[in-house]
């Protein structure tokens, strides 16, 4: 059964995505494990990192089924008869890549329409869930990349999943967002007695190396101390800058197989990931 991570912030502009699609990738490419990326963000903008603009604009225009299906699957509007439709889960996944040893990379992508569930959520926040539920036994790791926001959308993250991961940034209002995701998860927990989910831990992400100013530090500290508040665990591998994620995200690539990417790079993001797979036990 699939391991099931949520990569949350309530704050913004933390390099969630990124951190999403190369954690898929990697545990795809490095692990050789069988990962499905969800995307539940209506940005989508992890969508067209793993599978390159071009091909995610093609694909909203072939016609392909998207994370808002799931969600509105049952909703009459729109279908040819009136009535509600049932979904296929098969067909809301697209198959990213498959390697000879059986590993793969397969990732359900969103659109801008998902933003519709929030309007009328009533009776929705379990069926990401049950789709889920239809699918885990194919893949080893499931990563849900979600929007920065406490909503119906969150709620059915946290129905699917077993850890949240906790990506940061080194500076001013850093920590803003861990007391509502604090709140968060604990009022989910008391709604549903019979679900175990835990932060895995916190990642500096996009992390400058040279940045040693004193606000930087004075950051880093207070994540530390909210941290220790909330018995929060902070990863030791910080995920340094680099721009070769930017062309990892044009290409639709792991940043351990971009061109141009520095080994520094490559061996930076390789030591959170052992980390990090080795705090979910895949």
Sequence with gaps: MAVCVSIINMKGGVGKTTLAS??????????NKKVL????DPQANASQSVMSPHKYVSYLDDGGLTVADIFEQFTPTGTATGSPQKLDPLKAIHR??????????????SRLELSWTLRNPTGKET???RFVAKIEERYDLIIIDCSPTDSILTDAAYHCSRYILVP???EFLASIGFPLLDRSVK????RHEDKTIEVCGLVFNDFNRGNV?????LAREDVQDKATKYKWYVFLNDIPHSDSYFRAAREGMPIANTKGAQTKVKDEFAAFASEFFGRIGL
Excluded: C, N
Aim: proline share 2%; charged share 30%; net charge positive.
């Design 96 to 109: 990213r890549v498959r390697y000879k040893d059986g590993s793969l990379l397969d990732i359900v992508p």
């Design 168 to 170: 940061i940034r080194a």
């Design 127 to 129: 069926l990401l869930a």
């Design 187 to 190: 009022a989910f927990q008391m």
């Design 213 to 217: 100013k004193r606000e930087h530090r």
């Design 22 to 31: 190369q954690i898929a990738w990697q545990a795809t490419w490095k692990l």
């Design 37 to 40: 990326l969800i995307d539940l």
